[in-house]
Protein backbone atom coordinates (compact mmCIF):
# COMPACT_ATOMS: atom_id res chain seq x y z
CA UNK A 1 0.00 0.00 0.00
CA UNK A 2 1.36 3.28 -1.18
CA UNK A 3 1.01 6.36 0.95
CA UNK A 4 0.26 9.72 -1.30
CA UNK A 5 1.57 13.26 0.19
CA UNK A 6 -0.79 15.51 -0.91
CA UNK A 7 0.67 18.98 -1.36
CA UNK A 8 -1.49 22.04 -1.68
CA UNK A 9 -0.56 25.33 -2.46
CA UNK A 10 -2.85 28.58 -2.07
CA UNK A 11 -2.21 31.82 -3.48
CA UNK A 12 -1.78 35.31 -1.96
CA UNK A 13 -5.70 35.81 -3.13
CA UNK A 14 -6.77 32.72 -1.75
CA UNK A 15 -4.86 33.29 1.74
CA UNK A 16 -6.40 36.72 2.11
CA UNK A 17 -9.45 35.83 0.89
CA UNK A 18 -10.00 33.28 3.59
CA UNK A 19 -8.30 35.65 6.26
CA UNK A 20 -11.42 38.05 5.62
CA UNK A 21 -13.82 35.34 5.39
CA UNK A 22 -13.36 34.01 8.63
CA UNK A 23 -11.10 36.84 10.51
CA UNK A 24 -7.80 36.77 12.26
CA UNK A 25 -7.51 37.86 16.43
CA UNK A 26 -3.97 39.02 17.16
CA UNK A 27 -3.50 40.07 20.70
CA UNK A 28 0.10 40.54 22.12
CA UNK A 29 1.33 41.96 25.17
CA UNK A 30 5.60 42.74 25.87
CA UNK A 31 6.58 44.07 28.66
CA UNK A 32 10.45 45.25 29.21
CA UNK A 33 12.05 45.32 32.56
CA UNK A 34 15.27 46.03 34.54
CA UNK A 35 15.66 44.87 37.68
CA UNK A 36 12.68 44.07 38.40
CA UNK A 37 11.54 47.83 37.06
CA UNK A 38 9.40 48.40 33.95
CA UNK A 39 10.69 50.20 31.34
CA UNK A 40 8.12 49.50 28.43
CA UNK A 41 4.70 47.65 28.20
CA UNK A 42 2.91 47.35 24.74
CA UNK A 43 -0.16 45.41 24.43
CA UNK A 44 -2.02 44.89 21.11
CA UNK A 45 -5.15 43.56 20.05
CA UNK A 46 -6.07 43.69 16.49
CA UNK A 47 -8.96 42.10 14.47
CA UNK A 48 -8.70 41.76 10.37
CA UNK A 49 -12.07 40.81 8.93
CA UNK A 50 -14.21 42.24 6.18
CA UNK A 51 -16.78 44.11 7.56
CA UNK A 52 -19.73 41.38 6.43
CA UNK A 53 -17.62 38.88 8.93
CA UNK A 54 -17.25 41.60 11.57
CA UNK A 55 -20.55 42.72 11.28
CA UNK A 56 -22.05 39.03 11.55
CA UNK A 57 -20.26 37.80 14.48
CA UNK A 58 -20.49 41.26 16.40
CA UNK A 59 -23.88 41.06 16.12
CA UNK A 60 -24.25 37.91 17.63
CA UNK A 61 -22.06 39.14 20.97
CA UNK A 62 -24.12 42.18 21.30
CA UNK A 63 -21.35 44.78 20.08
CA UNK A 64 -23.46 46.57 17.11
CA UNK A 65 -26.36 49.25 17.57
CA UNK A 66 -29.57 48.81 16.01
CA UNK A 67 -30.02 52.22 14.72
CA UNK A 68 -34.39 52.05 15.12
CA UNK A 69 -33.65 51.58 18.76
CA UNK A 70 -31.92 55.22 19.34
Known amino acids: M ?3 KSVASASIAEVIDRILDK ?5 AFVRVSLVG ?3 IAIE ?3 VV ?3 ETWLK ?7 TVDPATT
Do not use: N, Q, T
Not at 23 to 27: A, E, H, N, S, T
Not at 58 to 63: F, Q
Open 49 to 51: ASI
Open 37 to 39: IEL
Open 2 to 4: AIE
Open 57 to 63: YAEAVGL
Open 23 to 27: GVVID
Open 44 to 46: VRA
